[in-house]
């Protein structure tokens, strides 16, 4: 049956919304949202007064109504305000992704946007969550795209439990096929972006299947039982513009074993250094697997680059096998050896081997 209940923003309707926890709130907004509303024309001809310089290109020549990112604030999730004010004035029906990032001390949302009419992720920082500004590009059909090829989804993210390892999970639309496909990209910063190389991380399944047609990807990458992480996943038997008709699909989950989203392969030999770390800890981890004949060795310098006693390769234990966490040692002893009040360089030796992580303890 048709629900009864009021819709939660009557005013503006409510399309391609996210929700973020924002630690840095006072209890009564410690929750937000960001989504995409439509204007009324009071709500416009405000705007226009109030910010005549930060309206979309792509909506400043519409005859019709516009469409703006509006925000809301929840002291529980459950109770909803909506801001009275517009975000900014801009196209954005799916993701917007919103959180308020502790390193900048600003609020960093990703939306849709458009470039030379083609659909692109952009990117928008404000100091407070009200009075955005118009966002910028961070990922455009660019010389490796093909003309009919746009970015459509950002889905960023984070590394569960971490403040500083952004992730996003930017989906291609290739109109000519209408087929969608999904990669990875990284940040050190919240600010500049690459793709992981590799191509994409999901693709439609077989004709037919419950996924054939569509793969998108969700928000949240979180930790899952059995030792795996993962993000949600959208899946349907039919492309995104083809007639829709039931069975519509499914969700599920994209995942990967715990820490394995991307590695540093040696399909033969390599070697590799850290840079100079300050560390407090004194032992580390490795996730990473090896064929049989392979193995991994470590090697640990002092702040001079002189080999820390006993820390040599030709001291270190062989690591070998498939661990998500397996501790180095050198001749059975674990300690890093360093005095702890100077950095440490590791060095690594990797043969027929993929490292995964490095974490220390």
Partial sequence: MPSTAPPLTPATGYHGGGVFKDESAPAAERYKMIYQGTLSATMQQRYQRRRPDAVGAFIARRKGPWSGLMGAVSPDGLQWTPLAEVLVAQISDTHNVCEYDPVLGQYVAYCRNWFFN????GRIAADQFADFPLSEEVFWPGTLEQPFEVWYL??????????????????????????FDFFMATS???????LVPGGPVCTPG???????????P?????????ARMGIPLVGSPVPHKHPRRPPLGALAWAWWPRGRLVALEAPVEGRF??????????RVRLNFSTAPSGNIQVQALDGDYQILPGRSFAECDDLEGDHLGRPV?????????????????????????????????
């Fill in 329 to 361: 040692t050198w001749r059975g002893q674990a300690d890093l050896g360093h005095r702890g009040d100077g950095p440490v360089v590791l060095c690594f030796r990797l043969r027929c081997a993929e490292l995964y992580s490095v974490e220390f303890e």
């Fill in 188 to 194: 050190p910063d919240n600010i500049t972006w690459n």
């Fill in 154 to 179: 950002n889905a960023k993210t984070r590394m569960p439990g971490t403040t500083d390892y952004h992730l996003m999970f930017p989906t291609r639309w290739s109109i000519a096929d209408d087929r």
């Fill in 118 to 121: 083609r659909r692109t992720i």
């Fill in 273 to 282: 250094a850290l840079w100079p770390l300050s560390i407090p800890q004194r």
């Fill in 218 to 226: 969700g928000l949240g990458l979180v930790e899952l039982p059995d």
């Fill in 206 to 216: 077989a004709s037919g299947a419950w996924d054939g047609g569509l793969v998108g």
